[in-house]
Nanobody, 111 residues
Framework: QTELVESGGGLVQPGGSLRLSCAAS????????MGWYRQAPGKEREFVAR???????NYADSVKGRFTISRDIAKNTVWLQMNSLKPEDTAVYYC?????WGQGTQVTVSS
């Protein structure tokens, strides 16, 4: 079992930025893919972004061009840089590695 701990969420105005962090208790190089998902109130959890061991990235269409996923293998950490935030980005954001999930971090975009 791998523990994933997210941080960096908060309240931000539309157009603002946040950087989420996901710290893993094990080497993230063990996982072929690590990703970020989000769940808004009353909605199902949805894919946001993922990064592979080779460094390839994929994004949901709704965040493409605004969000960037990155990782530091030495620090066992994955980040999600979120720019140009919109109210519809409001959700709890979760880090994922295979069957392991973090507890989530709340992101609220509101004026």
């Amino acid at each position: 079992q791998t523990e994933l701990v997210e941080s960096g969420g908060g309240l931000v105005q539309p157009g603002g930025s946040l950087r989420l962090s996901c710290a893993a208790s094990r080497r993230i190089s063990l996982f072929n893919v690590m990703g970020w998902y989000r769940q808004a109130p009353g909605k199902e959890r949805e894919f946001v972004a993922r990064i592979t061991t080779s460094g390839s990235t994929n994004y949901a269409d709704s965040v493409k061009g605004r969000f960037t996923i990155s990782r530091d293998i030495a620090k066992n950490t994955v980040w999600l840089q979120m720019n140009s935030l919109k109210p519809e980005d409001t959700a709890v954001y979760y880090c994922n590695a295979y069957q392991n999930w973090g507890q989530g971090t709340q992101v609220t975009v509101s004026s």
